[in-house]
């Protein structure tokens, strides 16, 4: 689904992923990424505490290192299922998902992320659902000893179904899993995994692989051996600086004076995102991120290096600053030859690509038209949204917390420059985008997800966060109020 002139050519990527169907993948990788954002902090408080202090580390320190054992068993899938379950049933959520967190920990025999991320939000619904049952069912004067005692009682079931059934449940398919990737480790054939990641990424599925699967398993890994490799099989920022690169040298027009900017964030900022429009508007680039990706796991695996904790967000200073005693020359050669791979494909695609630029804008902007009227209810009409005062915009995006805290950014620094004051431009995640927005803007690949999230709001898509023709039409709008 194009809405705009960087996506001309995604026809091919977008037949194979039902437009509804990748919507909610997309919400569910988000709410993924939402219960893991918040807690990275403690990740990587972790990861240093790993790569300094155990015997191994740069420093070892036994006493120090007796915490990285509590805190990955303990600490970590307690924040994660306290998160989960907030998300889902606030205050009372979050402490059932401990309750029910603590019997999964208890009765199992590896650090249980993945079990956290189930049923942190399980206990948020089921005190969720209890509570909308006995809603305005309470005698005056018994609401605290129900509430109490409802919570007690039900977290303590979940408790016991926790460390006897849905524990045990998760641990087989957390080892099942485990054994297919090492499988692909013992053959070699890890690399292999870019056929999955590099695809995935570009349709802002990035979230349900990283979140979802990788960092699980890397933090498994890394509480074994100091490191994993898992963290940096879709994190890698090498293809990405390589496809940029290869659109700024051999780019047409637009993609060319783009590239450089959307380069430096990328890599330097690690907001991945970025390049995303590029690969699409493009399809056939996918062979080189996908080469360039598998190229940069070979390099991984052949050094035996490995990361560790989730580098959040994808920069190369959090991959630097990630990288143990050891795995330096590994982690950077593996982002260089990753780099050079897709730059060198990627080129040579640009190179032979004939088609005319200005042909391509003038397609997508044909589409995006037809798209921007699609899923629109005639009761809110586009032109009556335009015509309504404009106070408040919200750049939205999958985690909130990346390209759509870049595009707020950015926009607020041009209303700044065309002297436009009283604007409230924020970023959010697309589900948690305020009532009071007047205008939500995400990339195209977000939109639908973001009109099910928001029916009768104003919904921008963009293409390119740094310089997109449907914000300058944006700017226009204001200039002209």
Request: charged letters at 15%; a neutral charge.
């Amino acid at each position: 689904m194009a809405d705009s002139a960087h996506a001309t050519d995604n026809d091919n990527v977008v037949e194979m992923n039902t437009p509804s169907t990748r919507a909610r993948v997309q919400a569910f990788g988000g709410f993924l990424t939402n219960m893991v954002l918040p807690n990275i902090g403690a990740f990587i408080a972790w990861g240093l505490l790993t790569a300094l202090f155990i015997p191994s580390g740069w420093i070892p320190n036994e006493e120090l290192a007796q915490i990285v054992g509590p805190a990955i068993k303990f600490l970590l899938p307690l924040l994660l299922a306290i998160t989960g379950g907030r998300m889902v049933g606030g205050q009372r959520g979050a402490v059932m998902g401990a309750i029910g967190a603590i019997g999964l920990i208890v009765g199992s025999d590896i650090p249980m992320f993945l079990g956290a991320m189930v049923i942190g939000p399980l206990g948020g619904l089921v005190i969720k659902k209890f509570d909308k049952l006995i809603e305005n069912r309470i005698p005056a004067g018994f609401e605290m000893i129900v509430n109490n005692f409802s919570l007690g009682i039900l977290g303590f079931l979940l408790m016991i179904l926790s460390f006897y059934f849905i524990g045990p449940t998760i641990e087989s398919a957390n080892n099942l899993v485990t054994s297919a990737i090492e499988a692909l480790v013992a053959t070699g054939l890890l690399p292999l995994l870019s056929l999955i990641n590099e695809p995935a990424k570009v349709l802002f599925l990035n979230n349900v692989i990283d979140q979802g699967i990788y960092y699980p398993l890397g933090m498994q890994a890394a509480a074994e051996t100091g490191k994993s490799i898992y963290f940096t099989v879709a994190s890698n920022p090498g293809p990405g600086l390589g496809l940029l690169l290869a659109f700024t040298f051999f780019g047409k027009k637009t993609a060319r004076r783009t590239a450089p900017g959307a380069m430096i964030i990328h890599f330097f900022g690690g907001i991945h995102e970025l390049y995303f429009p590029y690969v699409l508007m493009k399809p056939l680039t996918i062979i080189g991120m996908i080469a360039g990706g598998a190229s940069g796991i070979a390099v991984f695996s052949l050094f035996d290096a490995g990361l560790v904790a989730g580098p959040s967000p994808g920069s190369i200073f959090a991959y630097l600053g990630l990288t143990p005693k050891g795995s330096f020359i590994g982690i950077i050669s593996g982002v260089l030859v990753a780099t050079v791979v897709t730059f060198l494909v990627t080129a040579f695609i640009l190179k032979l690509d004939k088609s005319s630029e200005d042909e391509d804008i003038s397609d997508s902007v044909e589409k995006s038209k037809a798209m921007k009227q699609a899923g629109k209810k005639p009761s809110t009409s586009s032109q009556k949204q335009k015509d309504q005062e404009i106070n408040t915009i919200s750049f939205a995006c999958d985690a909130g917390a990346g390209s759509s805290a870049m595009g707020a950014t950015t926009f607020r620094k041009k209303l700044q420059k065309n002297d436009i004051e009283g604007m409230e431009v924020k970023h959010y995640r697309i589900e948690e985008a305020p009532e009071h927005s007047d205008i939500i803007v995400v990339h195209e690949d977000l939109q639908e997800r973001a009109r099910r999230a928001h029916p009768d709001k104003e919904i921008i898509a963009i293409s390119n966060y740094l310089n997109d023709p449907a914000l300058e039409e944006l700017m226009d709008r204001l200039q002209k109020k």
